[in-house]
């Protein structure tokens, strides 16, 4: 059984830092795309970042610069490392792991930027 869990979410002020942490079970980590995506209300899911079984990384031109994904094979735990938070970062960010076409999704993690 596979199982995805984010965590690290909460209220942030703009301008401050928030990291995510994303743990999946039951899957061969270390050959899976990993990816972060966010769903803002009333908003389609939008992808953050992704990064590759090999390390390659890619990001949202909205996160660029100010988000950091990694990833710890060793641990099956993918990371997002958020910094100068804006109020527009506000949404549900999920962790999507992903191979050859068949993915999993968890439960989400809310962050909310906000003075």
């Known amino acids: 059984q596979v199982q995805v869990v984010e965590s690290g979410g909460g209220l942030v002020q703009p301008g401050g830092s928030l990291r995510l942490s994303c743990g999946a079970s039951?899957?061969?980590?270390?050959?899976?795309?990993m990816g972060w995506y966010r769903q803002a209300p009333g908003k389609e899911r939008e992808l953050v970042a992704t990064i590759t079984s090999g390390g390659s990384t890619y990001y949202a031109d909205s996160v660029k610069g100010r988000f950091t994904i990694s990833r710890d094979n060793g641990k099956n735990m993918v990371y997002l490392q958020m910094n100068s938070l804006k109020p527009e970062d506000t949404a549900v960010y999920y962790c999507?792991?992903?191979?050859?076409?068949?993915?999993?999704w968890g439960q989400g993690t809310q962050v909310t930027v906000s003075s």
């Open positions: 999507h792991p992903t191979y050859r076409g068949e993915g999993y």
């Open positions: 039951g899957i061969i980590f270390s050959i899976y795309a």
